[in-house]
């Protein structure tokens, strides 16, 4: 039972550059999320997903696109990346207990 | 002002010295506290979710309790492999029931 899985794990890119980072869940939950975490921030909501095709923005939005054609898949899309969404960005479930579950984290770096 | 504050940022304990961390929040209802554990290089994991002041909750060598305006983490008689970061968040009540707010963690180390 894998959960939830990210790839890549890791993701070295060129400001300008468009790059996607992709989630995919097991259980089916209709909830997820999109976090990114960083030193003296903590994890901040960037977008999250009630169902197929429902998605919203979060706290920190700018620069990031998403979608949600099938339930078990959740990308994230950096559109023109910048440095300063290098970062480490997890995916999360929500349960129906609306408990959340954390993917492995996808670290990327954009020079 | 940071709406979930944790507080030491680092702790270090020899293992079996028992001590807390702490999780002050500031919203105006509370709707769910929840505790994490992050490993280096790994995603937040799981550990307690309290809703109500007076409520704890245990997992082997940790306490979980919830007041009014704070949570404590009481780990007993630590052991090595409880080093990690501990995270806490908040689901505030009024607000998305989808969004937490988290603490910027605490780092706890045990020494062998």
């Known amino acids: 039972d894998a959960g939830i899985t990210q790839s890549p794990r890791y993701k070295i890119t060129e400001t300008g550059r468009q790059v996607t980072l992709m989630c995919h869940q097991t259980?089916?939950?209709?909830?997820m999320f999109w976090y990114r975490q960083d030193l003296g921030h903590g994890l901040r909501l960037i977008y999250y997903s009630a169902a197929a095709d429902i998605t919203d923005k979060g706290e920190v939005p700018d620069g990031y696109v998403v979608s949600r054609s099938k339930t078990e898949n959740f990308p994230l899309t950096l559109e023109s990346a910048t440095r300063s969404q290098t970062s480490v960005y997890f995916c999360?479930?929500?349960?129906?207990?609306?408990?959340?579950?954390f993917g492995p984290g996808t670290r990327l770096t954009v020079t | 002002e940071d709406q979930v504050t944790q507080s030491p940022e680092a702790l270090r304990l020899q293992e079996g010295e028992s001590s807390s961390l702490n999780c002050s929040y500031t919203?105006?209802?509370?709707?769910?506290l929840f505790w994490y554990r992050q490993d280096p290089g790994k995603g937040p994991e799981f550990l307690f979710t309290?809703?109500?002041a007076g409520e704890e909750k245990e997992k082997e060598r940790l306490k979980a309790t919830l007041t009014k305006k704070e949570s404590f983490l009481h780990i007993t008689a630590p052991k090595p492999e409880d080093s990690a970061t501990y995270l806490c968040a908040v689901r505030e009540s009024g607000g998305s029931n989808y969004k937490l707010t988290f603490g910027k963690g605490t780092l706890l180390t045990v020494n062998p």
């Open positions: 999360a479930t929500r349960d129906r207990f609306r408990e959340q579950y």
């Open positions: 259980w089916s939950h209709s909830y």
């Open positions: 309290l809703y109500s």
């Open positions: 919203v105006s209802g509370l709707r769910g």
